[in-house]
């Protein structure tokens, strides 16, 4: 992964918890996102994200992952998964997330989308016969 990007996921709270080189990576953050300032754990690294249970917090784990469905065809998917630390951060997570689910769908599609487009802009191009 590009150094600038280490840094631009350093500096939002973000950190890289395990990384497969041309396979996949999950990045984490910790915080109460539910709040106007998403509350986010700024000095939490890698090491501490796993034992990391301050209650009413939440963290998240999210990852990209390519899988090769032929030589000529691979797919990149996403998955995130959420932990509320206590009763009061899961309440308070369940109503922000009713909020900002749709959001969030359309932004990791846009994501997803924006991948595609640069992966197969760097394609070499199929030559037909």
Known sequence: MPSDLRQRLRGTGFVILSEVPDDEIVIGVAGRFWRPDDGRCLDLTAGDFGGFARPGYAKAAWNFKLSAESPECT????????KCLGWEALSKFRLYW?????????IRTAIL?????????HANPVTSW
Do not use: M
């Open 75 to 82: 797919v990149l998917s996403t998955e995130t998964r959420i």
């Open 98 to 106: 009713g909020l900002v689910s749709p959001f969030s769908g359309l």
């Open 113 to 121: 989308r924006q991948v595609k487009t640069a992966a197969e802009s």
